[in-house]
Nanobody, 121 residues
Framework: VQLVESGGGLVQSGGSLRLSCLAS???????MGWYRQSPVKQRDLVST???????NYADSMQGRFTISRDNIKNTVDLQMNSLKPEDTAVYYC?????????????????WGQGTRVTVSP
């Protein structure tokens, strides 16, 4: 499975952006989601969504960001509203792939290349 993100860019504080991620290739995709990383921080959770479209958000994104998933198109989008300068980061799409092995099911993490979001004051 490969992930390709799109939709990053420059926006003013208070503005909105929509990130999209397309998963291609063969694989049993379980959860999908978005993480972000700024130069001075580790890669942190933004939001995840299960196959059953149950969503989870980091506290600082709750109410501002909305994740959506299309299991037929294999896409996951992140609508980001009321953006703040502290949301500036590279945003990474993530997918959890279930792989059957002789020792049972393994969970593999696949990452996209990242898309940069910059929020100006």
């Amino acid at each position: 499975v490969q992930l390709v993100e799109s939709g990053g860019g420059l926006v003013q504080s208070g503005g909105s952006l929509r990130l999209s991620c397309l998963a291609s290739g063969r694989g049993d995709i379980n959860a999908m989601g978005w993480y972000r990383q700024s130069p001075v921080k580790q890669r942190d959770l933004v939001s995840t969504v299960t196959r059953g479209v149950d969503a989870n958000y980091a506290d600082s994104m709750q109410g501002r960001f909305t994740i959506s998933r299309d299991n037929i198109k294999n896409t996951v989008d992140l609508q980001m509203n009321s953006l703040k300068p502290e949301d500036t980061a590279v945003y990474y799409c993530n997918a959890e792939i279930m792989v059957a092995t002789t020792e049972g099911v393994r969970r593999l993490q696949v990452w996209g290349q990242g898309t940069r979001v910059t929020v100006s004051p």
